[in-house]
């Protein structure tokens, strides 16, 4: 008798352990599916917002096989990891990405395209030619009393084709007009090599605009010289000296050839852009600044834009 007792006794302790021990490794799957159901609602409604939320998963009417949890379990971390990577349940992706393609559709639809007119300023020196706008080759060309023509030759060579290929796709969207905008110092504070002085030189006033304005929170001067696109010669510009000091004929010589590299650049740009007309030409000796270069050719407006294209 004593011993039956102690039998069941046994038994019964180890019944206990044995149901411990599955509560432990088991967590009761109402629970689990309720996580693994909020999971699936909340990416659903992450990937969906303002759209109603349908259940993806059904609750099954009777409790799972102690193997089809373990199965299962391992299904669902699979498929909650995945979600996680994607940034979408797995089931419902497709109906997002139709849904937002779609939107899109619609939006393109009711909300056609607006062409702009869209001011190109071009810069010259490492952008619309290689090198330093043929400047060093171009002075050495110069100096062996070489023609215009040969001068032509050379930047034709040293024109960087990307000019085209950017302005060609932005034609297809938006009208636009081509300005140069570019640094010649020398045309504007020229320092003589033929005396000490550093001379600001002046030409048709109404060619000239200043202006000080605030870049990165500090005051800056910034200046620039609107050469018209119906100059051919530099001794159109020259004629129109007004600067206090008078320059020697060295000095009107070299500003000359200057003036010459910038009209000669500028026509090869008209010519391999397709232009109808040589474009303006502003020259700085400071700061570039998009803004106030569009204000001095009269490009403002609600549908103007521009942008700078530059090295």
Known sequence: MAANFMYIALATICFSFFLLEASCEYE???????????????????SNPGRPLNHVLKIPQKRPSRHFLQADHEKNRILLESQLKEGAPPRVAGAVGRFKDEELEDEVQHQPHKRLNVLCLLDLDMTC?????????????????????????????????????????????????????????????????????????????SWHYEEVIEIDGELKSVHILRIPGSITDPKEI????????????????????????LLTARDVLKEKLGLEEAPETLVTCSVKDVVFAAECVGHVGKDQRAFLWDD
């Open 28 to 46: 009761p799957w109402s629970t689990k599916f309720n996580s693994m159901e909020n999971t699936l609602d909340k990416a659903f409604v992450a």
């Open 238 to 261: 020259l004629q129109t000296y007004s600067g206090d000091e008078p320059l020697l004929d060295l000095e009107e010589r070299d500003i000359g050839m200057c003036l010459l590299r």
């Open 129 to 205: 030619f290689w090198g330093n706008d043929a400047n060093d080759l171009g002075c050495a060309m110069l100096w062996m009393q070489r023609s215009k023509e040969d001068l032509k030759d050379l930047y034709r060579l040293l024109w960087n084709e990307e000019a085209n290929r950017a302005l060609d796709e932005l034609s297809k969207f938006h009208d636009r007009k081509v300005c140069i905008y570019t640094m010649r110092s020398a045309l504007l504070m020229y320092h003589s090599c033929f005396r000490r002085a550093t001379i600001a030189l002046r030409w048709d006033p």
